[in-house]
């Protein structure tokens, strides 16, 4: 078995999710290392949007902002803010990648605030920038990120980002555009889904070396199960050499 | 249409469309020269109390030496637009320049972390914020832009992002769906660089523009610095790449490196040094202060700053690293 980290982990399970002609709005970081991934191994066609208004570059090297030259090199198109979001306002846009400080059963996320008191937070974060408006509008939303039980919570002290929000038909009824929702987190543990009724967060795949119990235990609330689990392979040699070789060559991402 | 909900958020700009009209009817629309300095163009026309827009993206084509001027002056009490906010951001944090933001992205600087003081202010209780996200912002420039108070939207609704902004929400008139609506942004100085103008304040950009279309336009003052001067014949000859025409512009600044530590698209890239600088010196208040002395309070202009800062042997590296020429990591 190959050697690799966590966020190699990570990085190689979310590219298998982008399939060639898709197309996905990345940040910086492992979502953007993931959309690089894909396109140098089975998705060449990958289209990648960036919110400042990058459209579908050939990345050199990792981008540092969303909004940097790297982002438009060799680009189809330098547009704006509102053409990126718009794209994935009128239905084109498959797939984002999202996080946050935390994230409970339904998918939904907190990239806001912790604490209760709105004007004086105990603990401040950037806000929604981009998120709220990709987690909308995106057809499928992800979010890869670190499994741990305070990070998985059974209610964030702010939804920054609309998950399925209560569950069940809730998103629908809310006014939030029909059919677009979270589809699958990746951790370094599991690869999780929605159960389709109650869009509760339900376990798909264990990562190798960890347990169904290992997954519950690092989660802050009751996870479903699919009804047949699989085990997620790991990176292989090949996807390994391109992440670390032609994707970041500086461990700026798979160092963390 | 009625109201089905509303957030509790501020609304800090007055959204009348009519209002704005009425100042636009009177702002100049002169062919004279916009040539002036920063520091009179920040004694003119950014005033106490004012609402400012940012152009760029954060640290991406900022304005970096209006925004260092406002710090040097003192500004105090501004309301400003945290519309992919980052270094831009930090800045006008390091002088408490603003006492109420329109929070769509804050506080951090991407991939580089968050900057621990913006981060302090903003948990201190002395910044009013009021929540929307970086489109919905976009729109609200959009909605100024078109002359009309409201923009409608399908995102927001359901989250706590909607219930601490300004939006409401109703049902749309021809169909009956769900839609937020947010109202229009009329920010009372906008503030933006780019690369080529002429005298006049016909301005060209490249790569991509971000929201600089519609700040530029429902700006009621706007200070523009550029890169470099160039004729108006040469923008005449070439109308296809104006992008902000100079009855949009009150004061415009030939500023080279403006950007700087910021990145310029297809001139330099970003300072990471500086910025990781930056970021460190803000953990430690004496360090910080120092800093801030080196870097703002002790300086008279952007070039004494890039001066101190390696001055042109470092804007040459980083105009290689703009290209990824080889050998220029280093």
């Not at chain 2, 519309?83 to 580089?112: M, P, W």
Request: glycine fraction near 8%.
């Amino acid at each position: 078995m190959a050697n690799y980290n966590t966020m190699e982990l990570m990085i190689c399970t979310a590219a298998r999710e982008l399939e060639d002609g898709a197309s996905v709005g990345v940040g910086t970081g492992a979502p953007c290392a993931a959309a690089m991934l894909a396109q140098k191994t089975k998705s060449p066609n990958l289209v990648i949007l960036f919110e400042a208004g990058g459209a579908a570059p050939l990345i050199p090297e990792m981008p540092i902002s969303v909004g940097d030259s790297r982002t438009t090199w060799k680009a189809l198109m330098a547009s704006s803010m509102a053409e990126i979001m718009e794209t994935a306002c009128r239905g084109q846009l498959d797939y984002t990648f999202l996080g946050g400080a935390q994230i409970d059963m339904y998918g939904n996320l907190n990239s806001t605030r912790i604490g209760n008191d709105h004007q004086k937070p105990k603990v401040r974060f950037p806000g929604s920038g981009g998120a709220n408006d990709f987690g909308s509008f995106c057809w499928r939303m992800m979010v890869m990120t670190p499994q741990d039980p305070k990070r998985f919570t059974e209610k964030c002290s702010y939804v920054t980002t609309p998950g399925w929000l209560e569950g069940g038909d809730s998103r629908a009824k809310s006014g939030l555009p029909l059919g677009a929702g979270p589809y699958k987190i990746i951790t370094n543990m599991a690869v999780m889904d929605f159960e389709p009724t109650s869009k509760r967060m339900r376990i798909i795949a264990v990562n190798p070396g960890y347990s169904e119990k290992d997954v519950q235990d690092n989660c802050g609330f009751e996870l479903l199960k699919a009804p047949k689990i699989a085990e997620n392979p790991g990176p292989s040699e090949t996807e390994l050499s391109i992440l670390r070789d032609q994707i970041d060559p500086y461990r700026y991402v798979i160092g963390r | 249409m009625d109201v089905i909900e509303q957030g509790v958020g501020r609304i800090f700009t007055d959204p009348d469309a009519d209002k704005a009209r009425e100042f636009f009817r009177h702002k100049s629309r002169a062919l004279v020269s916009k040539l002036t300095t920063v520091k009179e163009a920040v004694e003119k026309y950014v005033k106490d109390g004012d609402y400012v827009s940012i152009g760029g993206f954060g640290v991406n084509r900022i304005p970096a030496a209006v925004l260092h001027e406002i710090v040097r002056q003192g500004k105090k009490n501004l309301g400003l637009a945290g519309h992919t906010a980052t270094h831009d951001f930090q800045i006008l944090a390091s002088g408490k320049c603003f006492n109420k933001v329109d929070a769509a992205y804050i506080i951090g600087l991407e991939a580089r972390g968050l900057s621990p003081n913006a981060r302090q202010y903003m948990e201190s209780g002395e910044v009013e914020v009021s929540e929307w996200t970086n489109y919905t912002l976009a729109v609200r420039y959009k909605a100024a832009c078109a002359g009309v108070s409201f923009h409608p939207i399908r995102n927001m609704m359901g989250t706590d992002t909607f219930k601490y902004s300004g939006a409401k929400t109703v049902k749309c008139p021809f169909t009956g769906t769900k839609y937020a609506l947010v109202p229009a942004l009329y920010s009372d100085v906008g503030l933006i660089h780019v690369h080529e103008a002429d005298i006049y304040g016909n301005c060209r950009t490249k790569g991509i523009i971000m929201s600089d279309y519609d700040i530029a336009r429902s700006s009621k003052k706007l200070i523009v610095t550029c890169e470099r001067l160039i004729t108006n014949d040469e923008i005449r000859r070439d109308p296809t790449s104006t992008l902000i025409p100079y009855w949009c512009v009150d004061a415009l600044i030939e500023v080279p490196y403006g950007s700087y530590p910021g990145n310029m698209y297809a001139e330099y890239f970003s300072d990471e040094d500086h910025l990781r600088e930056w970021l460190k010196v803000e953990k430690d208040p004496e360090e910080f202060k120092a800093f801030l002395d080196k870097n703002i309070y002790g300086v008279k202009d952007h070039f004494e700053y890039i001066e101190r800062n390696g001055g042109i042997a470092k804007m040459n590296r980083l105009r290689q690293k703009e290209w990824l020429f080889v050998g220029a990591r280093a």
